[in-house]
């Protein structure tokens, strides 16, 4: 047996990269990249998939391996020896109206969340609470198919994971979504299983489900799951769950430094009136104050407010706390990592060269391993459906991005979003989506009436929602539109010609006996000579001892009149296969 090398690369490598990794020189990897399809440079970038398919194809002993997705590598700082205990960070998910929101009112003795569209949460948003004196951050997340947004920048965000059934409705599918996303971002769960002052509700019927399916066993079944019965209308065993998230976060030495330059993650950002850019950050080390200098991303600022969540004003914010700030002075981007500058001059340098540096990633062409699939398969007849995305905020609309993305078609038609955006519809944006077949979607944003205008003059559709799944829907319907009609062709029966009566340059008139299912006017029929097919004709009609018939069936004879396309010299033993042939629309 041959050794096989495990080399480790990240989820995306530059050709450069990758042939140093691998020992090999650039243009043998160039080389065997054209072979199979794809011209790229030095600088091109190739994600996990391609890299690995192009090892294969080179025969190399050597198998890839993903390094700690980006995100685990974010971890940026290294704790110290005196690192101190901080609060855990803990995710409230679930399926939609299993009472993810009256939970987290429950917990906070408050209305969260006012401005809900459809009841759907559309970003993160961050709360605290204490119980026995421990302080616990609580994330509200984005639900449902904008779990992928989350997933990458998650992943080192929750600690904890709780995930709220419904006692009344069992596990749905963004129930099995939200224990997935635990499972990858490493958290730890808790199930609350929600509702139970219901008349129908059935707690053992979820446990025996998350048991049986998903591998949560609770522990008073012997498993290791902490499952809490609650109910957030009464507000029955809430404390219960919340001591028992605290102890399951016990397990995990949650630990933060306190005594070095604040850092964590950007949750949210958005424009508002009269405050500029408001930033939803959770400091992950450090203590963060007004006045400090902020480099997240491209963006920075200096802190002119920070409040916590009910508004009131913070002087400091330590581990695990979430605040909204003012003073960056452009939106920095959902899952960016903050950092503390010395000053405004240094805080403006670090963004500069973040910039730099994010503008030669993008100049850096991403070919993916579905690409490289695609020019395998000569997949060439594919639809485009152009989008442009535009949102309230970042956290928005990261999501509807990512949720687009995600939207299946098999291949046949592909979603390209060619531009996005935070803040209401623009001229550009009309002016970017004009003759390319482009929608615009706007979401929870709006569209001013001179914008409005234009776009009619220049044919651009805009569609505006303020509900995620809807904007999917459409999105979904308006890429069924594109996909070409199925043909489906439906049997009837089968006939044997007996004897043919008159044959004229466009008509066939001739009797059979029905073999099988039946004869009926109105249809198609192939018209087969020892089994191979000489024509298709139409029946116009059929006859029953010269009555003209609906239906004549299996065993009986029949009269035909056939319309044809050009003359057919239909014989005695031919056999005509009855059948109709409809376009279908497909779906997705
Ligand atoms: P979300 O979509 O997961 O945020 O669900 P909501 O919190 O909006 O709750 C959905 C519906 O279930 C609302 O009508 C709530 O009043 C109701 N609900 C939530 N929790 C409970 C509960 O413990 N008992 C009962 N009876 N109803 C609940």
Known sequence: ??????????????????????????????????????????????DFETASIIVEELGLDVRLEKKAAVAHERKMHKLSDHAVSRPPIVAVMGHVDHGKTSLLDAILGQKTVDDEAGGITQHISAYQTERNGRMMTLLDTPGHEAFAALRQHGATLTDVVIIVVAADDGVKPQTVEAIRFARTAHAKIVVAINKIDK?????????????????????????????????????????????????????????????????????????EKGRGAVVGLLVENGHLKPGHYLVAGQAYGHIRTMQNFRGDTLKDAGP??????????????????????????????????????????AATTNVTGADILKLMNQQYDSEDFNVVVKADVQGSLTSVVDSLKLIETGGEVTLHVIG?????????????ATGKNTVIYGFNVDLPPSVKRLATRERVEVRLFNIIYELLDDAKQSMENLLAPEVVETEIGELEIKGVFRTLRDEVIAGGKVL??????????????????????????????????????????????????????LEEGDHLEFFTRELVKKTL
């Open 1 to 46: 047996m041959r050794q096989e090398k495990i080399v480790a690369i990240t989820d995306s490598v530059t050709v450069g990269e990758l042939a140093d990794t691998l020992g090999l020189s650039v243009t043998t990897l160039i080389g065997e990249l054209f072979k199979n399809g794809i011209a790229a440079t030095i600088n091109q970038r190739l």
């Open 516 to 569: 099988s299912g039946k004869a009926t006017a109105d249809v198609l029929a192939r018209v087969k000579r020892k089994g191979e097919q000489i024509a298709e004709v139409e029946v116009t009609s059929v006859q029953r001892q010269q009555q003209a018939a609906k239906d004549v069936f299996e065993g009986e004879m029949c009269g035909l009149n056939l319309k044809t396309t050009k003359k057919l010299n």
């Open 320 to 361: 695990s706390t979430p605040v909204n700030v003012t003073g960056f002075k452009e939106l920095p981007q959902f899952g960016d990592v903050f950092r503390i500058a010395k000053n405004e001059k240094e805080a403006r340098t670090i963004a500069t060269a973040n910039r730099i540096e994010q503008e030669k990633l």
């Open 199 to 271: 008349e129908a509700a059935n707690p053992d019927m979820v446990k025996a489900q998350l048991a049986s399916e998903h591998g949560l066993n609770p522990e008073e079944w012997n498993g290791d799951t902490v499952m809490v019965e609650v109910s957030a209308k009464t507000g029955q065993n809430i404390d219960k769950l919340l001591d028992m998230v605290l102890l399951v976060a016990d397990m995990e030495d949650l630990r933060a430094d306190e005594d070095v330059p604040a850092e964590g993650l950007v949750i949210e950002a958005h424009m």
């Open 420 to 432: 996005t955006g935070v803040g209401s519809i623009t001229e550009k944006d009309i002016h970017l």
